[in-house]
């Protein structure tokens, strides 16, 4: 138990330190994108940025809409690092400090948790923008979490287990991306979707709905939820190496990976404009759907086969 507590805490260490130099690179990217300089003032070429802006957010006052059912406005951002810390019990560890047999079931019960937070978000805060921007983000949620159920079940198939570790063994000697592109085509997708990243950010559309669900948040309180929200984007990053690119923990290249599929989530949001709210549920329910268990069919008869063979 004691190495338990010892090693979840210094992995929340690393996610925080992690979180803060995601946040400054996404702002360097975006700088060089647009053709401008990114923060570069405090301390070295800007490396200090993070902790600066940390600082004035949590010193800053605490502002809270009169009209708002407080405690549920209060709860809910701190409801939703919660939840980004728990999906970070999922992280595999070889040595097994602990370890989930059924990660991927746990893994969709809390992103499918997600939404009830920024539903609190929106309804608590008593303003009709925040509203606005929960609903989309339920609706968003219906549509794309089927057919992202159904992307891990097609490799569930494969290492005949629900834990990550397994993924490790099973793609020693073939990645899972050479006989999946259009598969990890969609999860890339989706992730963007699940993070509410662009150019699926309809729950916080800056042009028409202010800043969405967390339009009422200030100081510690949009803190929280920007930190909860960073941590997630990272944590998708180290599923799709995990699930697609050969999961080799002990490697360096491993998290070299991880850096690319972030840089990519970056890179997305500076070129590609928002869509369409209509076009993503199009997308989930037209595209993603029918690959996913064209693909799950497929997998299953193939191995079928091979069950009868052997």
């Not at 992690?18 to 300089?37: N, W």
């Not at 073939?174 to 969609?186: D, Q, R, Y």
């Not at 209509?278 to 497929?298: A, C, I, R």
């Amino acid at each position: 138990m004691v190495i338990f507590l010892i090693m979840y805490l210094i992995t929340i260490i690393c996610i925080l330190v992690a979180v803060a130099f995601v946040t400054l690179l996404e702002r360097k990217i975006l700088g060089y994108i647009q053709i401008r300089k990114g923060p570069n003032k405090v301390g070295f070429i800007g490396l200090l940025q993070p902790f600066s802006d940390g600082l004035k957010l949590f010193f800053k006052e605490q502002t809270y809409p009169y009209m708002s059912n407080f405690f549920i406005y209060y709860m809910s951002p701190i409801f939703m690092l919660i939840l980004s810390f728990s999906l970070w019990l999922l992280l595999p560890y070889v040595v097994n400090v602990y370890s989930f047999n059924f990660g991927i079931l746990f893994f969709l019960c809390c992103t499918g948790m997600g939404v009830y937070g920024i539903m609190l978000f929106g309804w608590s805060s008593n303003s009709k923008y925040a509203l606005l921007g929960s609903l989309r983000a339920m609706a968003q949620t219906i549509s794309y979490e089927v057919s992202m159920s159904m992307l891990m079940l097609c490799f569930v198939i494969f290492i005949f287990s629900y834990n990550f570790v397994d993924f490790m063994i099973y793609q020693s000697g073939v990645w899972f991306i050479f006989f999946s592109f259009p598969l990890f085509v969609c999860w890339l997708s989706s992730c963007l979707a699940e993070t509410n990243r662009a150019p699926f950010d309809f729950a916080e559309g800056e042009s028409e709905l202010v800043s969405g669900f967390n339009v009422e948040y200030s100081s510690g309180g949009f803190a929280f939820i920007f930190i909860s929200e960073y941590m997630n984007i990272i944590f998708m990053s180290l599923l799709s190496v995990i699930i697609f690119f050969g999961c080799d923990l002990n490697s360096l290249f491993f998290y070299f990976k991880v850096t690319l599929i972030i840089f990519w989530f970056i890179w997305v949001r500076g070129t590609l404009p928002r869509f369409r709210y209509d076009k993503l549920m199009y997308l989930s329910w037209k595209v993603f759907l029918p690959v996913s268990l064209n693909y799950f069919m497929f997998f299953s008869l193939i191995l079928s086969f091979m069950m009868m063979n052997l």
